[in-house]
Every structure is written in C-alpha cells, then in structure tokens.
C-alpha cells in the first residue's frame, strides 16, 4: 500500500508573517490526517521559521529547489540540499515546470539536483509533464518518459523508493484547467510502467506518483479514487489553509 502524499507549493508567495500565520492555521485543520503525508513547501526565506514552528506536528516541509551542487562553494544565489535539511526541510521540489520552463532547468540539471537531495538525506519530489502542444501532437507519453528517464538516470531501486514523483501536465498548471481522472490515471500508469521498465516491479509500485495541476477541494476526491493516482501537489490551493486542509481531507 503506497501511503498517498499532499503536498502544497507555494511559489513565490507569501512573507514571512503571513507564511506561518497560514502554516498555523493549517497545523489543527490537518492534525488527525493519518491517511496521507502533508507537506508544504514555502519561499527559502520562510523554511527555517515555519519549520520551526510546526516541530512535533505531522506537517513537512519542503524546499521548492536546490543547487546542483552539494559541497559548499562559491555559487552565489544558490543554496545546497544539505543547507535545506538544515533548516528542516524533509523534501526539496525539483524541477518544477516553472523552472523548466523560465529558469533553465534540464532534466540534467535536475539529475544532479536529485542525487544532491539524496546525498543530503532529504527526499526529492521530481515534477514532470508535457506541454499542451505536446499533448496536441500525440507526444505527452514520450515526453513524459523522456523527463522521467533523464531526471532519475543512474539511479538504484534504493535510490528510487526515497523519491516521490508529481506528474503535472503544464497545461493544467495555474489554468483551472485540470486533467479529467481518466487523463491522469492513463499517465500515472504510463510512469509506473516506465519505472518497471527501469527498474522492476516492485521499485514501481512502491513509488508515489503526484497528480498537479489546478487540484481544489472539489476534484481531489476523483482524482485520489484512481489506481495509480497517490496524492497531488497543489500550488494555487495551498495557499489558503482551509482549501489545503479541505484537500488533505478529501475522504
Ligand atoms: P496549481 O499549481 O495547483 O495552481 O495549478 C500546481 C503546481 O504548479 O504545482
């Protein structure tokens, strides 16, 4: 049984205050959600103080990148996976379609991005998906295998169990145009069989695969009914606590 996974991306949301105003309010609202793992992943400016206010709680946190690199080093602007555990972050977020599609980001990059995460001991949550002309021209499986395979190249099944993997098809990203269940289900299952393919059966049907793209309160349910569907990553519904917390309880 894969233990399903909610987790809410803030972007560049949020000052300090107002990051663990909501981080609080979210902490009761979630306080019995013993189905799933709950993470939010605020601004790097916020991590150590929300971190710090949610210890002994069963909410995590994330980071929404980190650097390439592990070592300490002259890379200004950057910040290391190992310096996000340090301020207790569990998770980092890793190629997220925004940094893919604005900041450059390969699934080279984020190979190494990933393996640094790993190194640091904390668990990487690698985003893919297609473009909507991708999906046009028939090719949203191939590009979504293609980022899968590159961004998690040279891993061992080991490796593969602390990672957890969001399908976002960038179409559905901010849109309030989401995947209908059957989509998502058809991509998720398409992942799985890639990871066997990769790796075996038993390293694919542990992993977790993240449905994101335009998640609310009032489509979590369906989605989650689906196989292969094991939790979501959430961005524009995360950032009010009672929506979050109405999806972190959708059953
Ligand atoms: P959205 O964002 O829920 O606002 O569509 C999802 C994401 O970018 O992770």
């Known amino acids: 049984m894969r233990k399903p996974v909610i987790a809410g991306n803030w972007k560049m949301y949020k000052l300090l205050d107002e990051a663990v105003q909501t981080a ?37 946190v994330s980071g929404q990148d980190c650097s390439t690199q592990s070592d300490f080093g002259a890379h200004t602007g950057e910040v290391t996976a190992g310096m996000l555990k340090d301020v207790g972050c569990q998770y980092v977020i890793i190629a997220h379609s925004e940094r893919r599609q604005f900041y450059a ?11 640094a995460a790993l190194v640091a001991g904390i668990r990487p949550i690698y985003c893919i998906g297609e473009l ?3 999906r046009e021209a028939g090719r949203a499986e191939s590009v979504v295998e293609t980022q899968l395979n590159g961004g998690l190249q040279g891993l061992t099944p080991a490796d593969m169990e602390r990672i957890i993997i969001a399908y976002e098809p960038v179409w559905a990203i901010g849109t309030g145009k989401t995947a209908t269940p059957e989509q998502a289900q058809e991509m998720h299952a398409h992942i799985r069989r890639t990871i066997v393919s990769a790796h075996d059966a038993v390293t694919a049907d542990g992993m977790r695969i993240l449905y994101g793209g335009s998640v609310k309160p009032d489509n979590i349910a369906t989605l989650m009914s689906q196989e292969d569907v094991d939790g979501a990553l959430v961005g524009g519904a995360s950032l009010v606590a009672q929506d979050f917390a109405r999806i972190v309880n959708y059953r």
Request: neutral net charge.
């Open 132 to 134: 909507l002309s991708e």
């Open 105 to 115: 980001e390969t699934d080279e990059s984020a190979n190494r991005k990933v393996r």
């Open 24 to 60: 609080l309010a979210l902490k009761p609202l979630v306080a019995n959600a013993n189905h799933c793992d709950v993470i939010i992943a605020p601004v790097f400016t916020a991590l150590k103080t929300v971190a710090d206010r949610l210890e002994g709680s069963n909410l995590r």
